[in-house]
């Protein structure tokens, strides 16, 4: 439902609201029409944020892929930056995963 190809957690919610609002709005008139539209709108809004979390959710597990492999080839050439960058990097996907679920 975004403008994008990439699915939105806020454009997801926003839909899934506004689908809410014209389905109650569609009852309380009668409108068949707008109560069938609610409930589309409503469904997609949900499916965006479904989408929009299983992405951040792949996105994080490949940080934290990333991150490890960073931290352990400068653990093993002795570089900090690199090592201490991966760890970074690892916790960063972690908690993208985190916030995800």
Excluded: C
């Amino acid at each position: 439902m975004s403008y994008t190809n990439e699915p939105s957690k806020v454009s997801g919610n926003f839909h899934s609201v506004k689908g809410t609002v014209v389905e109650t709005v569609g009852n309380l008139t009668g409108a068949q029409s707008w109560t069938d539209s609610g409930k589309q709108e409503h469904a997609a809004g949900e499916a965006e944020v479904k989408a929009a979390q299983a992405k951040g959710y792949v996105d994080g597990a490949s940080d934290r892929v990333e991150g490890k492999k960073d931290a352990v080839v400068g653990a093993v050439t002795g570089d900090k930056q690199q090592q201490l960058s991966g760890n970074a990097q690892h916790e960063a996907g972690k908690a993208q995963m985190d916030i995800n679920k």
